[in-house]
Nanobody
Framework: QVQLVESGGELVQPGGSLRLSCAAS????????MSWYRQRPGAERALVAA????????DYADSVKGRFTISRDNAKSTVYLQMNSLKSEDTAVYYCNPGWRLPQFGSWGQGTQVTVSS
């Protein structure tokens, strides 16, 4: 059974930083690309960043390029999202899911809330 547990979200001031984590289980983590998505209030879930299975290739939404960094630790079955220079428009619930830029599995974790506000 696939389990995805996102954590690390909190209230942060504009310009601040956060690191999100997603602990995965129930599948062979090191064989899958992983992606982060976010869902703003009233909007559909959207891709934020993706990383290949070995971590050698990454891709980002234009809105976060240069500010966010995706990484992974296959030994820990965990994918990370380092978010710097946060803006109010980054406020959203953040989710991870296996797959390159498209969710591979239908199940989602509970997400982690990021709120950027002064």
């Amino acid at each position: 059974q696939v389990q995805l547990v996102e954590s690390g979200g909190e209230l942060v001031q504009p310009g601040g930083s956060l690191r999100l984590s997603c602990a995965a289980s129930g599948f062979t983590f090191s064989s899958y690309a992983m992606s982060w998505y976010r869902q703003r209030p009233g909007a559909e879930r959207a891709l934020v960043a993706a990383i290949s299975a070995a971590g050698s290739r990454t891709d980002y939404a234009d809105s976060v390029k240069g500010r966010f960094t995706i990484s992974r630790d296959n030994a820990k079955s965990t994918v990370y999202l380092q978010m710097n220079s946060l803006k109010s428009e980054d406020t959203a619930v953040y989710y991870c899911n296996p797959g390159w830029r498209l969710p591979q599995f239908g199940s989602w974790g509970q997400g982690t809330q990021v709120t950027v506000s002064s």
